[in-house]
């Protein structure tokens, strides 16, 4: 009988023991413990609304229902969150909205990811973004930014892949981009962009794709990308590249299925070498002054693998 009694009051009493409002926890304080999502979700709210602050055009009304104090709960426009609690993603794609990218974004350290594109946002894009500490995806693709290109890109532990084509971006790629061995997709085509395509990210053994087309980028088509095994796309079409298509890239780069260095200034010969690149589907380099016949090992590439592509 007692046993029985004990089994029926058991739920009774662990309801008064553990409070409800604390069964959730997901932020921890080191000064005063866990941090459950009805103290931390406020703050991301003051933020976010900081955030709209800076957005002025809003003309579909994308975010009239950022109101409250609880982003998850509600939900608000454009975010998910873990678990209910944290806001880890923030997508206002496709929203025609207009203004400014406010530093704000950045205090929002539980962001994963980050999608702005095809909107009508202007101004600089904040450099703390590249400091945010787990945002993996930053895409701002297809806006009207201004201003260069964050080098604090580089300072980033978790940045994966970064879209910031399609705007209005000038100055020079930065260097200090390639000191994040973890990027894996770079995508900075259509921009403004000036200056050489910095032979530091041959050393981001990581990267997948390099997009850097239809800028105004100068200089030499990097030797030094010979060693990136994982590179699977490079496109630097479209710019005003000078000297030859470099002799070394061949067998060491395993994963590479596409090249596009159409419309350049590239001259001297098509290198065979390009012929042992396991994977190679693609190979632009048409509008350019490569003169020379086409290798033979590339003619029988052409001619035996479905769908193999070059233009010259």
């Not at 880890?88 to 929203?95: A, C, E, G, I, Q």
């Not at 980050?114 to 009508?120: A, E, G, M, R, T």
């Not at 002799?247 to 596409?258: K, T, V, Y």
Request: glycine share 8%; with cysteine; aromatic share 6%.
């Amino acid at each position: 009988v007692f046993l029985v009694v004990v089994l029926l009051l058991l739920p009774l009493l662990l309801a008064t023991t553990i409070p409800l409002a604390r069964a959730r926890v997901d932020l921890y304080d080191p000064y005063t413990g866990y941090v459950d999502h009805a103290v931390a979700n406020p703050a991301q709210a003051a933020i976010l609304r900081r955030v709209r602050d800076g957005m002025t055009d809003d003309p579909n009304r994308a975010l009239l229902n950022w109101e409250g104090d609880y982003p998850c709960k509600q939900p608000w426009v454009g975010i998910r969150c873990y678990q209910g609690n944290d806001v880890t993603h923030l997508d206002l794609s496709h929203r025609s909205i207009g203004g400014d990218l406010l530093d704000a974004i950045a205090e929002l350290d539980t962001l994963v990811e980050l999608d702005l594109s095809s909107n009508f946002l202007t101004g600089p894009i904040p450099t703390a973004i590249g400091l945010m500490p787990r945002l993996a995806t930053l895409n701002l693709r297809a806006n009207r930014f201004t201003g260069g290109v964050p080098a604090t890109l580089g300072n980033s532990s978790s940045l994966r892949h970064v879209s910031l084509a399609q705007n209005r971006l000038r100055g020079t790629i930065p260097a200090a981009a390639a000191n994040n061995a973890k990027l894996t997709t770079l995508d900075l085509s259509a921009n403004a962009l000036t200056g050489p395509i910095p032979t530091e990210f041959g050393g981001v053994a990581a990267l997948v794709e390099l997009h850097v087309a239809k800028n105004m980028l100068n200089g030499t088509v990097p030797r030094e990308f010979a060693g990136l095994a994982r590179l699977r796309s490079f496109r630097a079409q479209g710019n005003v590249l000078e000297g030859t298509v470099p002799d070394n890239w061949g067998s060491g780069m395993l994963d590479l299925e596409a090249i596009d260095l159409s419309r350049n200034f590239l001259y001297g010969d098509v290198p065979a070498n390009l012929a042992n690149i396991p994977k190679l589907r693609e190979l632009r380099l048409n509008h350019n002054q490569v003169w020379g016949t086409t290798p033979a090992a590339l003619i029988a590439l052409n001619a035996s693998v479905p769908g193999f592509v070059i233009v010259r």
